[in-house]
């Protein structure tokens, strides 16, 4: 049976270690949102005082690998990099990425390209690596890219992962196209009722969490991705009865 992790996405306003102490009473497997008071760049060795394994998100409040500004581009890659380097300090699987935003429509091609070129980069540095770098589908608003799966076979020509965001694809209307063209290697679960981005507990809104689960291989991981600490519990009684 897949175990479920959690992510620390829910206890961002508190230390790392008070986060994976909280997070730990309910499960062994614990993602990292490497940003703020949970920065592995700060942070690292406060995970590895805990008998748990770890997936890692990258930052996602100033990385933007799709960004057409080539300077700040690389630097992104750069922050990834350094980053995949703590994943493999703390032994953590996976190492999530966003594929980037364009907030400008009129540089959406330039900002498509840039992605195309990080992602060439992303691979580069998955060989050196222990960790896997896996790309993260996102959500409805139009800056964004990979809201559908056509990213998909660039992925796996470049050998790179895919996150399969459950939550996302929900919003898109595409959660059977994603599970019908991919496999990914991790899994972001959390709900909705198909307009708003809610990061809901799992089962309270309209996601058929049953059929997820039963098309993606066990060997993928998955953590709960909520946004209030209260969703954790009720989301893994769920998740552990569908």
């Known amino acids: 049976m897949r175990q479920v992790g959690v992510s620390t996405y829910c206890l961002m306003d508190r230390p ?10 309910e499960t062994g497997l614990i993602e990292v949102l490497s940003d703020s008071l949970h920065s592995l760049f700060e942070y690292a060795d406060v995970c590895t005082s805990f008998d748990l394994r770890y997936t890692v998100h990258a930052p996602t409040t100033d990385l933007n690998i799709a960004i057409e500004n080539e300077r700040m581009r690389l630097a992104s890659i ?35 390209r840039a992605l195309y070129r990080s992602l060439k980069d992303l691979s580069r540095i998955q060989t050196g690596c222990a960790v896997t770098l896996a790309v993260e ?27 399969l965001d459950v939550g996302h694809a929900h919003l898109n209307g595409n959660l059977e ?17 198909g307009a708003l981005d809610e990061h809901a507990a799992c089962g309270t809104g309209a ?8 098309s993606v291989p066990s060997r993928a991981t998955a953590v709960i991705e909520v946004q209030e600490t209260r969703a954790v519990q009720p989301s893994l009684i769920y998740l552990n009865g569908v």
């Open 137 to 163: 589908n996102m959500g409805s608003w139009p800056c964004c890219h990979f809201r559908d799966p056509g990213l998909l076979p660039v992925l796996d020509d470049l050998g790179l992962g895919f996150v």
């Open 78 to 112: 750069r922050v990834i990099e350094d980053l995949a380097g703590a994943c493999d300090r703390i032994g953590a699987s996976v190492l999530v990425v966003h594929p980037g935003v364009c907030m400008d429509p009129h540089l959406m091609a330039a900002s498509e």
């Open 16 to 25: 790392l270690r008070d986060a994976l102490e909280r997070l730990s009473q």
């Open 207 to 214: 996601i058929d969490f049953s059929a997820v689960l039963a």
């Open 177 to 193: 196209a994603f599970l019908q063209a991919g496999s990914p290697v991790h899994l972001h679960l959390h709900d909705n009722h």
